[in-house]
């Protein structure tokens, strides 16, 4: 697990934990995926050269997790709440697929905080993305009888493709409860997730994304995100869409799909593209 500083914000009546990479500024917020952690960035931060904190969402990683309030307001505010407390009156704000409409939210909500857009395989999804992402919710909501056990079970899933490495794997270790017994738990709940999913699918994107005035960067992840003939959660084709409707949007194919095009040599293609962008 790379070796980047922990840090605990209070913020929304809730505790957010984030990672820090120190480096130049501007300094870059990440926000990850539906039911991911911070450490899906550990390869992305370390290939940037500028400073970037990564946070866990609530209800994931080691942040708190309530009951409810999942919505994406309740995450804006959790975000707003973080910057006020680490006195950081504008970032660079990014985010991978439900993090990338994140970004996309806060920035149209609150414009003077956010000075540009990374939005990650997020925008226009494929209609049937929710089918698409069963298999990475399915372990959701179970114990498994070992860390060993969780790692292997995950590596066979069919949208990693063979590719593993340190990273991905530090990332599901942040992803479980460690027990006394040596079992682990997923963190995030299949309750927390329902609701932030749909509450946040649910919002009429193609009007918060139209409303978007900072410079966007879209990295899409165009290779299927299954076997042979599966669909891109983010297919080429909406990804163009997506960025047609964003007012200021420059448009990257970033090798992989949704999940491998964060990790080993992708990673490091998006830190360039991500490198380019900023420094414009």
């Not at 790692?151 to 066979?156: A, G, L, N």
Request: aromatic share 6%; glycine share 8%; net charge negative.
């Amino acid at each position: 697990m790379r070796d980047y500083m922990n840090h605990f914000v209070t913020t929304n009546n809730i505790q957010l934990h984030l990672l820090e990479k120190p480096g130049t500024e501007p300094t870059l917020l990440l926000a990850h995926g539906l039911t991911a952690n911070a450490h899906c960035f550990g390869a992305l931060m370390a290939a940037l050269p500028y400073r970037v904190l990564a946070v866990d969402l609530r209800g994931r990683g080691q942040s708190d997790a309530p009951v409810s309030g999942y919505s994406m307001d309740d995450h804006t505010t959790d975000l707003i709440g973080l910057l006020d407390a680490l006195e950081l009156e504008q970032v660079v704000m990014g985010g991978h697929s439900f993090g990338g409409l994140l970004t996309v939210y806060t920035a149209v909500h609150h414009p003077r905080r956010v000075r540009q857009c990374i939005i990650m395989d997020a925008g226009l999804m494929h209609p049937q993305v929710r089918e698409l992402i069963t298999p990475s919710l399915a372990r959701l909501g179970q114990t498994y009888p070992s860390w060993e056990a969780y790692r292997d079970m995950v590596k066979t899933a069919v949208y990693w493709q063979g590719q593993w490495d340190d990273d991905i794997e530090a990332y599901y270790r942040a992803d479980v409860h460690h027990h006394a017994d040596g079992t682990v738990t997923p963190i995030p709940t299949p309750a927390a997730i329902a609701e932030a999913a749909g509450k946040g699918l649910g919002l009429n994107w193609l009007e918060v994304m139209a409303r978007l005035s900072q410079p966007a960067l879209l990295l899409n992840g165009p290779v299927g995100y299954g076997t042979p003939g599966t669909p891109a959660v983010v297919p080429a084709d909406l990804a163009q869409q997506t960025a047609a409707i964003i007012p200021h949007c420059r448009l990257v194919s970033i090798p992989g799909n949704h999940m491998t095009m964060l990790f080993g040599e992708n990673a490091r293609l998006m830190a360039a593209a991500i490198t380019e962008f900023v420094g414009d």
